[in-house]
């Protein structure tokens, strides 16, 4: 066993490499001149609910923490759609861009892609009124296929979303697609052969790198591959299953600030935490450790 000196010097060495590699990311994003903010999801606070009071507060605490812009659920403005004035003050008071909105999508059986449709438009026109510059869709990941048939589903799901890009086009606003772990898996295969299938004119990507640290699949050569399509990465850590502080867990951050500093992508990086789920901190805490630490580590001063 080590004596307790080998110990000390391990972790000095192991603090100052960590140390040098931060200093290098933020370094090599900020010799890009790529222009990033740092954005927030609402459930970072609260799980999506038609909650007005919740939501405000949430946005309040984002003006304080010095959050640029917001992402929620659309369940949580679907009563504002009608009559955006109010929300879109709101918005405008705090100094909160409002990047998108989120919703799901089934593109797996007929009925339920036909559903999903005008879903999607619903909330893109929603979207729209509000002053959002995207729909955020979550379609559902192909499971339990391979090869040609798991292709297949893939060219189909990505037949919908061209078809959906198209609609949120005609209304005025983008649409972005976000991943789930299954689309992680392989490399990011799924993910890779929809960026192949859909039209980079109508169809971008708000790449989730917090699935990744539970399977273990590395981000950054989709995100060097995608940059040019990719406006927005939705940002959490994790050790296992468990979530962590931003940065605090498995997912290479600094390789990540590295990655995206040599293709000089600018974006927005939305800390989508879930609510409460971090040990020692509150919502608001943790937010800003989150906000802190995505600071240093892309040089954002």
């Given at each position: 066993?080590?004596?307790?000196?080998v110990?000390?010097?391990?972790?000095?060495?192991?603090?100052?490499?960590s140390?040098?590699?931060?200093?290098?990311a933020?370094?090599?994003f900020?010799a890009?001149?790529a222009?990033?903010?740092i954005?927030?999801?609402a459930?970072?606070?609260?799980?999506?609910?038609?909650?007005?009071?919740r939501?405000?507060?949430?946005?309040?605490?984002?003006?304080?923490?010095?959050?640029?812009?917001?992402?929620?659920?659309?369940?949580c403005?679907?009563?504002?759609?009608?009559?955006?004035?109010?929300?879109?003050?709101?918005?405008?008071?705090?100094?909160?861009?409002?990047?998108?909105?989120?919703v799901?999508?089934?593109?797996?059986?007929?009925?339920?892609?036909?559903?999903?449709?005008?879903?999607?438009?619903?909330?893109?026109?929603?979207?729209?009124?509000?002053?959002?510059s995207?729909?955020?869709?979550?379609?559902?990941?192909?499971r339990?296929l391979?090869?040609a048939?798991?292709?297949a589903?893939v060219h189909?799901?990505?037949?919908?979303?061209?078809?959906?890009g198209?609609?949120?086009?005609?209304?005025?606003?983008?649409?972005?697609?976000?991943?789930?772990?299954?689309?992680?898996?392989?490399?990011?295969s799924?993910?890779?052969?929809?960026?192949?299938?859909?039209?980079p004119?109508?169809?971008?990507?708000?790449?989730?790198?917090?699935?990744?640290?539970?399977?273990?699949?590395?981000?950054?050569?989709f995100l060097r591959?995608?940059h040019?399509?990719?406006?927005a990465?939705?940002?959490?850590?994790?050790?296992?299953?468990?979530?962590?502080?931003v940065?605090?867990?498995?997912?290479?951050?600094q390789?990540?600030?590295?990655?995206?500093?040599?293709?000089?992508?600018?974006?927005?990086?939305?800390?989508?935490?879930?609510?409460?789920?971090?040990?020692g901190h509150?919502p608001?805490?943790?937010?800003?450790?989150?906000?802190d630490?995505?600071?240093?580590?892309?040089g954002?001063?």
């Amino acid at each position: 066993m080590p004596d307790a000196t080998v110990l000390r010097c391990r972790r000095t060495m192991n603090r100052r490499e960590s140390l040098t590699m931060l200093a290098g990311a933020a370094s090599a994003f900020a010799a890009s001149g790529a222009r990033i903010r740092i954005g927030c999801q609402a459930r970072s606070y609260f799980a999506p609910a038609r909650d007005r009071a919740r939501l405000l507060a949430a946005m309040d605490d984002m003006q304080a923490a010095g959050i640029e812009g917001m992402e929620c659920n659309h369940l949580c403005m679907a009563d504002d759609f009608e009559r955006p004035e109010s929300m879109r003050a709101e918005l405008a008071r705090r100094k909160l861009d409002l990047i998108g909105l989120h919703v799901g999508g089934r593109f797996d059986d007929a009925h339920l892609a036909e559903k999903s449709r005008v879903e999607i438009e619903r909330v893109a026109r929603g979207a729209k009124a509000l002053g959002a510059s995207h729909v955020v869709v979550s379609p559902a990941a192909v499971r339990g296929l391979s090869g040609a048939a798991m292709q297949a589903a893939v060219h189909r799901k990505g037949d919908e979303l061209n078809r959906a890009g198209e609609v949120c086009a005609r209304i005025g606003v983008r649409l972005a697609v976000h991943n789930h772990r299954e689309e992680t898996l392989r490399g990011w295969s799924e993910f890779r052969l929809l960026a192949e299938k859909t039209n980079p004119s109508t169809v971008s990507f708000f790449v989730d790198v917090g699935h990744s640290a539970v399977t273990g699949e590395d981000p950054v050569p989709f995100l060097r591959d995608y940059h040019w399509r990719i406006p927005a990465i939705h940002v959490r850590d994790h050790q296992g299953e468990k979530q962590a502080a931003v940065g605090a867990g498995t997912i290479n951050y600094q390789a990540i600030a590295e990655g995206l500093g040599s293709r000089r992508w600018g974006g927005w990086l939305i800390l989508e935490l879930e609510a409460g789920g971090i040990p020692g901190h509150t919502p608001g805490s943790a937010v800003r450790a989150g906000r802190d630490y995505l600071r240093k580590t892309f040089g954002l001063g």
